[in-house]
């Protein structure tokens, strides 16, 4: 793996996130890739298969959203030949309906190398409890 094919999918999963903070339909669009297939997996939903399903999923989610905004964490990528995946923790601070919702998510997003760049086939957030604040305990062998 180059440093720059790390950036670059460190890029392309930075522009999914600004699209979403942006709530941004067309930006969103740009994210995904057209040739491959894609899915998604938002949390509590069942799987969401196909570009047009999965960007119309987006539309909605947009569409009942007031503003969003995205603490991530603990990202690490891995990339492997024209495949590449992005493990992070998601802190969620939405306003949807005029309620303010926060929520943690254990997030992989999955993208392939196209002529435009890494492009995303799959998005899966699973929903899981804050981090802990405490520190970790010291495990002795």
């Not at 392309?12 to 941004?24: C, I, M, P, R, V």
Request: glycine share 6%; hydrophobic share 45%; proline share 6%.
């Amino acid at each position: 793996m180059s440093t720059s094919d790390d950036e670059a999918v460190l890029a392309s999963n930075k522009a999914f996130y600004t699209a979403f903070e942006a709530l941004d339909a067309a930006a969103m669009d740009a994210v995904w890739s057209s040739s491959a297939p894609v899915t998604c997996i938002h949390p509590g939903w069942a799987p969401v298969t196909g570009r047009d399903r999965v960007l119309d999923s987006w539309s909605g989610i947009f569409r009942g959203t007031d503003r969003i905004r995205f603490e991530l964490n603990d990202i690490r990528t891995f990339i492997s030949g024209d495949h590449a995946w992005v493990i992070l923790m998601e802190e969620i601070e939405a306003h949807q309906a005029g309620q303010l919702v926060r929520a943690y998510a254990i997030t992989t997003n999955i993208f392939v190398r196209e002529e435009a760049g890494w492009k995303m086939v799959h998005h899966h957030a699973g929903p899981t409890p804050p981090p802990s604040k405490q520190p970790k305990a010291s495990v002795l062998h």
